[in-house]
């Protein structure tokens, strides 16, 4: 496996693309952020918490997430519908499971946080580049969190593990074909949300889990750096 | 103080037993964790988190503007900009108050500068019952961000004070965010609001009231 194994992009197996992040980029927001992996880019803006409407989804227990993922039209070079989709909708309560786990909104009973995430630009990786944006939104909007959360593409190329796919090697033909994992974790390694899409075997499961777990404090620092940035600016 | 830092969810803020968490904050084993995106305060081994951003947090003592919602049989119902209802009760204004009209004391789409005296699980109840509270009479109503209130207001009140002389303008700010200015001129008034967003937006400048006293003499001479 060490000899060379060209990606279509001529990255190394475990290079990410270039991480951008911001915060603060829809000033009507309470929290927003913007989030690429490269060509990728996610917008998240959050709203609240504030009431539920309507008033027959409210939860007297505790407080709601909601998030909403959409593509925008000109996201792709081939136009997509606007609006909701099998696809938009999925993502969306995806993205929801993959955050519950570290959003702390019990104490907001009857009320509901919504995030919406949009993509601008896709190449790939749109719903992990949503999942890092829409993290760096919450905690800008000052809702209280046990951490971030960090998500990544974990791809198999044939028999070969890389990192952040990009659209080219989602569509690989050669060998066994493409296998697709987003992961999401928290900072200490604990995994929120796992998919996958194609065939694997359990050992190069686990390959892939520790390879994610390797490149995922890139991604923190990333965010990090981030909002830092904007609380300097905010002081 | 100069040098405060900024901290995100997740992130330990002091190590050791010698700390206690406070608002903002959690302790997991022998770390203090903090849970929300904001800066660091410690007082006397208190660490606490004050927030930088998002939406308004009501607390016990607050006061604060709002706007006349509905009329109940037996009081107010008041949007302070909280995802819950305040309730100003007829029994917390101290004057009298015919149960028939209501309508006389306050009406609907009038403002109200109240406080807030306890919060439950139904809501948040108001009151009246202090040195300055009641209905806004004239005069205009501006938004700026809750999060930069203890800005407007300065140390000890010294902004809020040096404005109020400044522009000869009557001003409440409201925990919520929204103040209200009351000048005998609308221009007076008009004046005052500048001078408010212009903090607002320079909020992270340190000396802020030192450069404010120059912003003044600058703005009259134009």
Sequence with gaps: MTTAFKRPDGRKVNELRKITAKVGVVPNADGSAMFGFGDTIAIAAVYGPKKMHPQHSQNPEKGTLRCNYNMLSFSVTERIRPGPSRRSTEISKITEWALQPVVMIDEFAGQVVDVHINILQANASTRCAGINAAAMALAHAGIPMKSLVQSVSIGKLDKQIVADLIKAEEDWEEGEGPTDIPITMTEDGKITHIQLDGKIKPSQLKEAVALAKEVYPQIYEAQKKALKEAGVKNE | ?222
């Design chain 2, 1 to 222: 103080m100069t040098d405060r830092q900024i901290v995100i969810p997740g992130e330990v803020i002091f190590q050791g037993e010698d700390y206690l968490p406070g608002e903002g904050t959690e302790k997991h084993g022998d770390e203090i964790i903090a849970i929300r995106f904001g800066l660091v305060e410690e007082t006397k081994k208190l660490v606490k988190v004050i927030p930088l951003s998002g939406v308004y947090q009501p607390r016990r003592g607050n006061v604060v503007i709002g706007k006349v919602e509905n009329i109940t049989f037996n009081g107010w119902v008041i949007d302070i900009g909280t995802a819950d209802g305040a309730f100003l009760s007829l029994m917390e204004v101290p004057r009298y108050v015919n149960k028939d009209d209501l309508k006389e004391v306050m009406d609907i789409g009038d403002m109200v500068c109240a406080k807030i005296y306890s919060m439950n699980k139904r809501g948040i109840d108001l009151t009246l019952k202090l040195k300055g509270l009641g209905r806004l009479d004239k005069g205009i109503i501006i938004n700026a961000n809750p999060n930069k209130v203890p800005r407007i207001i300065g140390k000890e009140g010294s902004m809020i004070s040096l404005i109020k002389d400044e522009t000869n303008c009557q001003i409440t700010v409201g925990q919520n965010g929204i103040i209200w200015i009351k000048g005998n001129k609308i221009e007076d008034e008009l004046f005052a609001k500048k001078a408010i967003l212009y903090i607002a937006e320079n909020s992270m400048a340190s000396g802020l009231t030192e450069e404010m006293k120059g912003w003044f003499e600058k703005e009259k001479k134009k």
